[in-house]
């Protein structure tokens, strides 16, 4: 359930004019459904030896595949169908646990709130929540 997109060396996701890179995958950011796609795209690039081609999927990339998701994500894991986050939901925040479902797109954020992405990362880990 992946997308391609071409990613600059230096890090960025090219943009629809082809010319300049954004930092966050976003609509705006050229993406193919296939690896041949984006190869061929590349290979018509000036300066193609400084961009890559990487697959955006929701475990790499949830908040492009759940725009509901809001907050920085410090750690994503793959567990019965769900992306399992660990968010802070705002600079400074607690930190949460947010479970992404991929067949309906839907976010649901647990409500126990952790101080340091430690302890949140502990439970996460464990997988000692409910789905």
């Known amino acids: 359930m992946g ?51 990487v697959e955006i999927t929701p475990l790499s990339y949830p908040k492009y595949f759940f725009p509901k998701l809001q907050g920085i994500i410090h750690a994503t894991r793959e567990y019965e169908g769900k992306i399992i986050c660990v968010v802070e939901p705002q600079m400074g925040a607690s930190f949460r646990i947010a479970i992404c479902d991929l067949e309906t797109k839907r976010v649901r954020v ?6 340091s992405a430690l302890s949140a990362e502990g439970a996460f880990a464990n997988l000692s929540f409910t789905l």
Not at 36 to 53: G, R
Not at 110 to 115: A, V
């Open 3 to 53: 997308i391609f997109a071409l990613q600059s060396l230096v890090g960025g996701f090219l943009d629809e004019d082809l010319k300049n890179f954004n930092k966050v995958f976003d609509d705006w950011c050229v993406q193919f459904e296939s690896i041949e796609d984006a190869q061929l795209m590349l290979e018509s690039l000036e300066k193609k030896e400084q961009i890559k081609i």
């Open 110 to 115: 647990l409500g126990t709130r952790y101080k």
